[in-house]
């Protein structure tokens, strides 16, 4: 049995970001994920400056691509309008696997299948084990599912469904779009460029809305391809999207139990006004192994509930 000081289950932005902090002040941990690193991981890629202030990084430092995004091109309903602005692009392919490194912590490919506990030490799988225990598994992190579910089950009414596809495309627009309610969806689609000659386009709404009119994600995925084409946006390209499902920001999840913490995807921290989720990861994982560390309790009342705020005073968090 290999023991730790803390087990982190998953290596996405909340997993790191809680290592990076607890290897920094001299604590034994490891990550365990499904997955080698890099991996895919679905996701528009899109991060605010808050995000690179939690990660005390300046873009000029980040060694992969990252774009600067300096206004959203926003069709609600048909107006259209451009929002000045300070927001970025990155490849979550290679944002994770740099943010994972950086953290020190040590690593092991291993799907978490059975969590116990042992008098004070949680197991994992009978093969790891460590006095704290931290769910940075996305949603459907057995953290979760087996340590908190029970007690703290989620609010179905915040699951989104989204589709998506990340692409080589020799792009000739750099402007990032964004469609609110088009075509009635209940949710918004984007076109994300990238810094080095990538776009990502998908597509999110809320599943009890979709279902309560009888639609299906996928008839709005088309109606989103076809747009892209019509606007030239992206031409010639067949399509191959990718479905995930996530929750928005739940009112009353606690995030603690005994010595187990739950952060990021696992605790459904998403923005409740679109679906942000990078940097509610990064700040829950960082609060979490603050918490770790002083003794003092895990709360989530800091993270933002809201992306707009962001969006309009994104100077605050100048880096
Ligand atoms: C299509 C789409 C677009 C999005 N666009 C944006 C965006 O532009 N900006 C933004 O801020 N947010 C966006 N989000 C949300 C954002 O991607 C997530 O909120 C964010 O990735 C959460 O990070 P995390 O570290 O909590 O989880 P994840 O990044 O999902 O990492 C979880 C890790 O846990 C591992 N894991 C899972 N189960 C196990 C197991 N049993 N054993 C071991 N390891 C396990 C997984 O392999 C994974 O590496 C988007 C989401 C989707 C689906």
Same mark, same amino acid.
């Given at each position: 049995?290999?023991?730790?000081?803390?087990?982190?289950?998953?290596?996405?932005?909340?997993?790191?970001?809680?290592?990076?902090?607890?290897?920094?002040?001299?604590?034994?941990?490891?990550?365990?994920?499904?997955?080698? +690193?890099?991996?895919?991981?679905?996701?528009?890629?899109? $991060?605010?400056?808050?995000?690179?202030?939690?990660?005390?990084?300046?873009?000029?430092?980040?060694?992969?691509?990252?774009?600067?995004?300096?206004?959203?091109?926003?069709?609600?309903?048909?107006?259209?309008?451009?929002?000045?602005?300070?927001?970025?692009?990155?490849?979550?392919?290679?944002?994770?696997?740099?943010?994972?490194?950086?953290?020190? *912590?040590?690593?092991?490919?291993?799907?978490?299948?059975?969590?116990?506990?042992?008098?004070?030490?949680?197991?994992?799988?009978?093969? +790891?084990?460590?006095?704290?225990?931290?769910? *940075?598994? /996305?949603?459907?992190?057995?953290?979760?599912?087996?340590? +908190?579910?029970?007690? +703290?089950?989620?609010?179905? =009414?915040?699951?989104?469904?989204?589709?998506?596809?990340?692409?080589?495309?020799?792009?000739?627009?750099?402007?990032?779009?964004?469609?609110?309610?088009?075509?009635?969806?209940?949710g918004y689609s984007?076109?994300?460029?990238?810094?080095?000659?990538?776009?990502?386009?998908?597509?999110?709404?809320? $599943?009890?809305?979709?279902?309560?009119?009888?639609?299906?994600?996928?008839?709005?995925?088309?109606?989103?391809?076809?747009r892209l084409e019509?606007?030239?946006?992206?031409?010639?390209?067949?399509?191959?999207?990718?479905?995930?499902?996530?929750?928005?920001?739940?009112?009353?999840?606690?995030?603690?139990?005994? =010595?187990?913490?739950?952060?990021?995807?696992?605790?459904?921290?998403?923005?409740?006004?679109? /679906?942000?989720?990078?940097?509610? *990861?990064?700040?829950?994982?960082?609060?979490?192994?603050?918490?770790?560390?002083?003794?003092?309790?895990?709360?989530?009342?800091?993270?933002?509930?809201?992306?707009?705020?962001?969006?309009?005073?994104?100077?605050?968090?100048?880096?």
């Amino acid at each position: 049995m290999k023991t730790y000081d803390v087990i982190i289950v998953g290596g996405g932005p909340a997993g790191s970001s809680c290592a990076y902090e607890l290897v920094r002040h001299g604590k034994r941990v490891l990550v365990v994920d499904r997955h080698e +690193f890099p991996r895919l991981k679905l996701c528009a890629g899109w $991060i605010t400056p808050r995000v690179l202030h939690l990660l005390k990084l300046h873009p000029e430092d980040y060694p992969h691509s990252i774009l600067r995004l300096n206004r959203l091109h926003f069709n609600v309903k048909g107006r259209k309008f451009a929002l000045p602005t300070r927001q970025y692009s990155i490849r979550r392919y290679e944002f994770d696997h740099w943010l994972l490194q950086r953290s020190r *912590a040590a690593f092991e490919k291993h799907a978490v299948r059975h969590i116990q506990k042992d008098g004070r030490y949680y197991v994992l799988d009978d093969e +790891f084990a460590a006095p704290v225990l931290v769910g *940075a598994g /996305g949603t459907n992190c057995p953290v979760y599912h087996q340590v +908190f579910a029970k007690q +703290f089950p989620r609010n179905e =009414n915040d699951r989104i469904a989204t589709f998506e596809e990340e692409f080589p495309y020799d792009y000739h627009d750099d402007r990032c779009y964004l469609w609110f309610f088009e075509n009635d969806l209940p949710g918004y689609s984007w076109y994300v460029p990238k810094g080095n000659g990538y776009v990502n386009v998908g597509i999110g709404a809320k $599943i009890r809305l979709l279902k309560e009119r009888g639609e299906r994600l996928r008839d709005h995925w088309h109606h989103l391809t076809q747009r892209l084409e019509a606007e030239g946006l992206i031409r010639n390209h067949s399509f191959q999207d990718k479905g995930h499902q996530y929750f928005l920001r739940q009112p009353i999840l606690r995030p603690q139990r005994d =010595n187990a913490y739950l952060i990021g995807d696992a605790a459904g921290l998403a923005t409740i006004d679109m /679906g942000e989720g990078i940097g509610p *990861a990064i700040h829950s994982g960082l609060l979490a192994a603050q918490s770790i560390l002083s003794g003092k309790p895990y709360t989530l009342k800091p993270i933002a509930r809201y992306s707009a705020w962001d969006l309009l005073f994104w100077w605050r968090w100048r880096v």
